[in-house]
């Protein structure tokens, strides 16, 4: 079966910095997402990933490795305005989106 | 401000009532799609559609069905629902159906089915 793991919450502080780790079981491989969602609004695109390495977007970057089925997103000088839910997504041979259930992300100050 | 509007933004209905949740993207994207989002869940993809041909139903009970006259428009019918069906219900657009078109997601519409 097709499989996304992520952690189901994360705290962190304030002004610090925080990975998000993503593992997959796919059929096939077409590419990684990660999108945000804060409470009661939609999910919005971060990031996309199909080749190993970093991608470094401003505060977020996201890492892939295919080879171990393995991505984090990675946010740096912590705000308020980040919680929300990070969602990671795969997409399968079947150029279709598989989804993990998200990651809650709680900021303290 | 979304390009992707979903109305109502809350519904709760009763198990042999018939209701409509409605979608519309002001993005001039060619594919719209329907989305089941349960607590602690991964996001169902429900249905799919590419030009107003519909490509994609993953195995979605025939109590949900879908409607789309136009690339703007989607809705979702929905009659004799389950309470199990109660969830967030979310529409989201994208310029074609390629998985490298990112998907432009409308705020949901909360459903409770009692």
């Known amino acids: 079966g097709q499989n996304i793991d992520q952690p189901t919450e994360m705290t962190a502080t304030e002004g610090a910095i925080v990975q998000i780790n993503c593992t997959y079981q796919t059929s096939g491989f077409n590419g990684l997402f990660w999108y945000q969602q804060h409470a009661g609004e939609a999910p919005t695109f971060l990031s996309y990933?199909?080749l190993d390495g970093l991608e470094e977007k401003g505060r977020f970057s996201s890492f892939l490795s295919r080879s171990k089925g393995y991505s984090y997103l990675l946010l740096k000088e912590l705000q308020m305005k980040d919680s929300a839910s990070y969602l990671c997504a795969v997409g399968d041979s079947n150029y279709q989106l598989i989804w993990g259930a998200g990651t809650k992300l709680i900021i303290k100050p | 401000e979304t390009g992707v509007t979903q109305t109502p933004r809350h519904l709760v209905m009763g198990m042999t009532n018939k209701k409509s949740l409605k979608c519309e993207q002001h993005?001039?994207?060619?594919?719209m799609y329907w989305y089941k989002q349960s607590a602690k869940k991964p996001l169902e993809l429900m249905f799919v559609y590419n030009f107003k041909e519909q490509t994609e139903n993953n195995s979605v009970p025939s109590r949900f069905s879908p409607e789309c006259p136009n690339s703007s428009h989607l809705f979702l019918h929905l009659h004799t629902l389950q309470p199990e069906d109660s969830a967030l219900y979310l529409c989201?657009?994208?310029?074609?159906?390629?998985?490298?078109?990112?998907?432009?997601f409308g705020p949901g519409t909360r459903l409770t089915v009692l």
């Open positions: 990933n199909v």
């Open positions: 989201a657009s994208s310029r074609t159906s390629e998985l490298t078109d990112t998907q432009y």
């Open positions: 993005l001039g994207h060619n594919a």
